[in-house]
């Protein structure tokens, strides 16, 4: 028992220091290292240096004093937006907008990879990947133009209702008719684009399961429960953590582009109330305190969300 001990201590011992295996590390993968450096300047860069003027959100921010010798409010500008008649609406409307986006849009790739999977034929396979892949490489600029044109009251869209009898409808102006547009748009632009990493990730899974499934007699669908999306269920929880994490996050662009002052009360978002407030009425404080309230609930919801994930199912970011 003695000899054990003393072996365990020696071999704690003779352990390398960090540096050492970093050394030892470098020289084995130095190129690999000097591939690493611009991906981390991008971060350092784009990412961290830009979180110096956060504490704007906290100063009546003005360019005549700069960030530093602006004054101090605290927490005045949060308390104001709290207590203002736009939080609940735009807290409302994000949530609305980003949790139907994730409802529709985050299964659809899963299926689509699913059932491109089952083809057979590569030269059909190959003309379904690449139709599919296409809309996600049109400029949101004319997605939203197509949408427009589309959904006009001389559009496509009205000219299919008008020829089943019914009447035209004016969907920019109707409130409750953006979300459907966004978030269908949104799916259909996206989709195709989402199947790679699961089309990925299908590869990976062992034929010889699927042999040994067909000689006991289950059929395709026995398959896909019990083979297929078990073998890419660890890509798909990772996958879903990472974009629950984006919850609050709905982009900008493509609501700027879209809405108007009539549909405010179910389009404007925290994105775009950012933008007003920060670029048309430079309030720029203000703007940052949303931001910031922003990104610390996204936060909040990614550790959250990785951390059920890592205790219910073993799989998590870190």
Excluded at 39 to 50: D, N, R, S
Excluded at 304 to 312: D, E
Aim: hydrophobic share 45%.
């Amino acid at each position: 028992m003695q000899i054990n001990k003393s072996n365990a201590v020696n071999t704690i011992a003779k352990k390398p220091s960090y540096f050492t295996r970093l050394k030892k590390d470098y020289k084995q993968n130095k190129y690999l290292y000097f591939m690493l450096i611009p991906v981390v300047a991008y971060f350092l860069i784009f990412y961290y240096q830009p979180m110096y003027g956060v504490q704007i959100a906290f100063k009546n921010y003005s360019f005549k004093y700069g960030i530093w010798g602006s004054p101090w409010v605290g927490l005045k500008h949060f308390k104001g937006f709290f207590d203002s008649y736009y939080f609940f609406r735009l807290l409302r409307n994000t949530l609305t907008l980003s949790l139907n986006d994730l409802v529709w849009g985050f299964p659809a790739p899963i299926l689509l990879a699913l059932l491109i999977n089952e083809i057979r034929n590569n030269s059909f396979k190959r003309i379904v990947q690449s139709v599919t892949y296409l809309p996600h490489f049109i400029s949101l600029i004319v997605v939203c133009g197509m949408l427009k044109d589309f959904f006009s009251l001389n559009g496509l869209v009205n000219n299919i209702i008008q020829q089943f009898g019914g009447e035209p409808i004016q969907f920019f102006i109707k409130a409750d008719m953006f979300m459907p547009i966004y978030v269908g748009s949104n799916v259909w632009q996206q989709l195709g684009w989402g199947t790679i990493i699961y089309l990925s990730a299908l590869t990976g899974i062992d034929p010889e399961l699927y042999e040994a499934a067909r000689m006991d007699g289950a059929n395709k669908f026995r398959q896909i429960i019990n083979i297929t999306l078990p073998g890419i269920m660890s890509t798909i929880i990772i996958l879903f953590i990472l974009r629950t994490g984006k919850i609050l996050t709905v982009g900008s662009e493509k609501v700027l582009l879209l809405y108007n002052p009539t549909i405010y009360e179910k389009a404007d978002v925290i994105s775009t109330f950012v933008y007003r407030k920060g670029l048309e009425e430079s309030n720029y404080s203000y703007a940052a305190t949303v931001g910031l309230f922003n990104s610390v609930i996204n936060f909040i919801l990614l550790i959250a969300v990785n951390n059920l994930s890592k205790k219910y199912t073993e799989n998590s970011l870190w």
